[in-house]
């Protein structure tokens, strides 16, 4: 039986969710045995692969490479999930969006705040511009389901793993769905 | 003090007769959510979350404020319930800065626990993303505004359980605030008698004790309860 064309992404997010994820710990090789990890920051691959089965996309989408990226993931994955908070909702990675604009955040991270050669980054096709407003994930792509937590345990990961294993949408319950 | 007979979701439900739903409906185990409410502060009904249907008519009441009558028939889950619940929870979600990861509450939240109760596992709102104040002026409390949800529980208890009225609200709409006194730094507030019956009384991380990082807010919840059970029942339970 074809295993599982499993994806992982980060976006603007802290990774702590990917931290998560290995805190699955030996249940991670039973996942090899179903799943087939086609795309992962962990590992070397270059470029987002066609018929990825279920993606996990955690952080943001803070900047311009963000908001193209997951536009991409989406059209070439079966089943998009929303991994953690800061897809959901923006959560930390959203706290600039009170200041309404980038350019505020970027004059306090790289002028006032340096210490030598205050500047800000800038260079065309390299340094992704930062959107004005950094947005949960479903306001750029449609998802197929929402995992919670700051970050979501391993435990929460596992049953949301285990359900599309199963060939289901993951459908948890009552503290499954908190927030932080 | 008569007793009323009403049907709560098709069951029978006594009650006295000075009683609103709310109550009955607690005393017979049937959970209405509520989050403007707290057992010993007068009713507010703001958060609407409280929201029942009435036969007989179209209206939905507020179960916090509707007294019972006999042969009242009631429902408290229905499909259309559950949907308005949902989304006022997600316009106060939108209308503040909650970020719960970060916040001294998380955990011990009613805002979150709401969340769970209606089953939010994302906003279809865009959130507002107001500018709002933290005010670390109190020696041993702050507010974070960017948390409050206007309940006025806070305004209530420092009203009526401590007489000092130290909270209130101005401005409106999304424009609508705490403020202390006449829109001081709440340090600067000569009414406040740091009794900290508001800290015990917000729901969220909007009201907290200084000294308590992520996750570790206690709102030690028992203390008011305790103090609203001696004034009203003359018992002081220790």
Same mark, same amino acid.
């Given at each position: 039986?074809?295993?599982?064309?499993?994806?992982?992404?980060?976006?603007?997010?802290?990774?702590?969710?990917?931290? &998560?994820?290995? /805190?699955? /710990?030996?249940?991670?090789?039973?996942?090899?045995?179903?799943?087939?990890?086609?795309?992962?920051?962990?590992?070397? +691959?270059?470029?987002?692969?066609?018929?990825? /089965?279920?993606?996990? $996309?955690?952080?943001?989408?803070?900047?311009?490479?963000?908001?193209?990226?997951?536009?991409?993931?989406?059209?070439?994955?079966?089943?998009?999930? &929303?991994?953690?908070?800061?897809?959901?909702?923006?959560?930390?990675?959203?706290?600039?969006?009170?200041?309404? &604009?980038?350019?505020? $955040?970027?004059?306090?991270?790289?002028?006032?705040?340096?210490?030598?050669?205050?500047?800000?980054?800038?260079?065309?096709?390299?340094?992704?511009?930062?959107?004005?407003?950094?947005?949960? $994930?479903?306001?750029?792509?449609?998802?197929?389901?929402?995992?919670?937590?700051?970050?979501?345990?391993?435990?929460?990961?596992?049953?949301?793993?285990? +359900?599309?294993? /199963?060939?289901?949408?993951?459908?948890?319950?009552?503290?499954?769905?908190?927030?932080? | 003090? %008569?007793?009323?007979?009403?049907?709560?979701?098709?069951?029978?439900?006594?009650?006295?007769? *000075?009683? %609103?739903?709310?109550?009955?409906?607690?005393?017979?185990?049937?959970?209405?959510?509520?989050?403007?409410?707290?057992?010993?502060?007068?009713?507010?009904?703001?958060?609407?979350?409280?929201?029942?249907?009435?036969?007989?008519?179209?209206?939905?009441?507020?179960?916090?404020?509707?007294?019972?009558?006999? =042969? #009242?028939?009631?429902?408290?889950?229905?499909?259309?319930?559950?949907?308005?619940?949902? #989304?006022?929870?997600?316009?106060?979600?939108?209308? =503040?800065?909650?970020?719960?990861?970060?916040?001294?509450?998380?955990?011990?939240?009613?805002?979150?626990?709401?969340?769970?109760?209606? =089953?939010?596992?994302?906003?279809?709102? *865009?959130?507002?993303?107001?500018?709002? !104040?933290?005010?670390?002026?109190?020696?041993?409390?702050?507010?974070?505004?960017?948390?409050?949800?206007?309940? %006025?529980?806070?305004?209530?208890?420092?009203?009526?359980?401590?007489?000092?009225?130290?909270?209130?609200?101005?401005?409106?709409?999304?424009?609508?605030?705490?403020?202390? *006194?006449?829109?001081?730094?709440?340090? !600067?507030?000569?009414?406040?008698?740091? @009794?900290?019956? @508001?800290? #015990?009384? @917000?729901? %969220?991380?909007?009201?907290?004790?200084?000294?308590?990082?992520?996750?570790?807010?206690?709102?030690?919840?028992?203390?008011?309860?305790?103090?609203?059970?001696?004034?009203?029942?003359?018992?002081?339970?220790?």
């Amino acid at each position: 039986m074809a295993r599982l064309r499993l994806a992982t992404v980060w976006l603007g997010g802290c990774s702590g969710c990917h931290m &998560s994820f290995l /805190d699955l /710990d030996e249940w991670l090789i039973d996942l090899a045995r179903f799943a087939e990890v086609v795309y992962t920051p962990f590992m070397d +691959a270059k470029d987002y692969p066609e018929e990825v /089965d279920a993606v996990l $996309v955690e952080g943001a989408v803070a900047n311009e490479e963000h908001f193209y990226f997951v536009q991409q993931v989406r059209q070439r994955s079966k089943i998009l999930i &929303s991994f953690g908070d800061c897809a959901v909702t923006g959560n930390v990675t959203a706290m600039r969006n009170v200041l309404a &604009s980038a350019l505020p $955040v970027l004059q306090r991270s790289y002028l006032e705040l340096a210490d030598t050669a205050p500047q800000i980054p800038c260079e065309e096709g390299i340094v992704p511009r930062l959107l004005e407003q950094a947005l949960p $994930v479903h306001k750029v792509v449609p998802v197929d389901y929402f995992m919670l937590g700051c970050p979501p345990p391993a435990d929460r990961i596992r049953r949301t793993l285990e +359900a599309l294993l /199963d060939g289901k949408i993951p459908d948890l319950h009552g503290s499954d769905m908190k927030f932080g | 003090m %008569t007793v009323k007979t009403l049907t709560i979701n098709g069951q029978l439900v006594s009650a006295r007769e *000075d009683e %609103t739903i709310l109550q009955a409906a607690r005393s017979a185990g049937i959970v209405i959510p509520t989050l403007c409410y707290l057992e010993g502060l007068s009713a507010h009904g703001g958060c609407r979350i409280c929201l029942v249907e009435v036969n007989g008519t179209n209206r939905l009441q507020p179960a916090c404020f509707l007294k019972v009558s006999e =042969g #009242m028939v009631i429902q408290t889950d229905t499909p259309r319930l559950r949907e308005y619940r949902r #989304m006022i929870v997600e316009l106060l979600f939108a209308e =503040g800065n909650h970020v719960c990861s970060i916040c001294v509450a998380n955990g011990r939240c009613e805002l979150q626990d709401a969340a769970v109760a209606v =089953g939010l596992d994302h906003q279809r709102l *865009d959130y507002l993303y107001p500018k709002r !104040e933290v005010d670390l002026s109190h020696d041993r409390f702050g507010i974070d505004h960017n948390r409050c949800i206007l309940c %006025t529980r806070c305004v209530r208890a420092c009203d009526e359980l401590e007489g000092a009225h130290t909270w209130d609200v101005a401005g409106r709409g999304t424009d609508a605030r705490l403020v202390a *006194d006449m829109n001081q730094p709440w340090g !600067e507030a000569k009414t406040c008698t740091s @009794c900290g019956k @508001c800290f #015990m009384a @917000c729901p %969220t991380g909007a009201i907290f004790a200084k000294g308590a990082t992520v996750a570790e807010l206690d709102h030690e919840r028992g203390r008011l309860e305790f103090l609203i059970n001696a004034r009203e029942k003359k018992q002081w339970r220790v």
